[in-house]
């Protein structure tokens, strides 16, 4: 709550919040997100939410950017990407949210492998070793981030097609 105070002190447009629920615990958690978005409505900010915590993503968010090893591989509002993502990482992560109602579970996706040094990426796609759908230009060519529809973009050479 200090660290916050201390953001908006000055009362900025914009705010970058990294890992801002990081190692609280679950009353805490929902307490702060309850308190940025309070924060936001009432001060118009924009904010930055870096995080690892896809369940305040989605609650605080209105649009997304998906990352792996330092690239951005999906993007587009909160709703579509959760409800459904493209890119096999993106649905990979989106597996792996706790469900508190058992009945409600998905299938977790399991990748295979682990991924690649950021010393030593591999040519092509960075996660061609991981996908189930990968094939032999996912090795030679970076695919770029392309737009899929009027607020979606992926990188990735099959997904969207």
Known sequence: RVGI????????????????TSSLDMSIRIHIIG???????????????????????R???????VMYLGRIIEGGPVDKIFESPLHHYTQA???AIPIPEPGKRKGRILLRGE??????LPQGCAFHERCPDAEPLCRQEL???RKVSEDCWVACHKAGK
């Not at 308190?35 to 930055?48: A, D, F, V």
């Not at 609650?59 to 950017?65: A, I």
């Open 59 to 65: 609650n605080l968010c209105d649009r997304v950017l």
């Open 5 to 20: 105070a201390r953001a908006i002190i000055t009362e900025p447009q914009f705010v970058a919040l990294d890992e801002p």
């Open 115 to 120: 991924p690649p040094s950021l010393f030593n």
């Open 93 to 95: 992560l989106l597996s």
């Open 35 to 57: 308190l940025l978005k309070r924060l936001q409505e009432e001060l118009g900010m924009t904010y930055l939410f870096i995080s690892h915590d896809l369940s305040a993503v």
């Open 143 to 145: 695919p770029l981030l």
